[in-house]
């Protein structure tokens, strides 16, 4: 079976930094693309990033570019998500995810999911 498990959310002030894990037990890892994406209370989920395969290319929803920063380290089947001055809008439960080669901004489009992290950003 196969797992996604994230880590490294709480709660930090705003303009603070968080950095977020996925470690999966994909045994293809190298051959999956990987996004983050988060829902907040009362929200739908939505895309935060998403890394190709061979991590040779990263893209960002508008509202964390710049801030965030996604990559991924094949050797241990994880990839992580570096949140910079967090804001109080950034406060979401985040899920990794993952899909074969090609990475997507839309949710539906992946396989695999973790349980998610919760992370809050104070004022």
């Known amino acids: 079976q196969v797992q996604l498990v994230e880590s490294g959310g709480g709660l930090v002030q705003a303009g603070g930094s968080l950095t977020l894990a996925c470690t999966t037990s994909?045994?293809?890892?190298?051959?999956?693309?990987m996004g983050w994406f988060r829902q907040a209370p009362g929200k739908e989920r939505e895309f935060v990033a998403h890394?190709?395969?061979?991590?040779?290319?990263?893209y960002y929803a508008d509202s964390v570019e710049g801030r965030f920063t996604m990559y991924r380290d094949d050797a241990r089947s994880t990839v992580y998500l570096q949140m910079n001055m967090l804001e109080p809008e950034d406060t979401a439960v985040y899920y990794c995810?993952?899909?074969?080669?090609?990475?997507?901004?839309?949710?539906?489009?992946?396989?695999?999911w973790g349980q998610g992290t919760q992370v809050t950003v104070s004022s």
């Open positions: 995810a993952a899909r074969t080669v090609v990475p997507s901004i839309q949710a539906t489009g992946y396989s695999y």
């Open positions: 994909l045994r293809t890892f190298s051959t999956y693309a």
């Open positions: 890394i190709m395969w061979n991590g040779r290319s990263t």
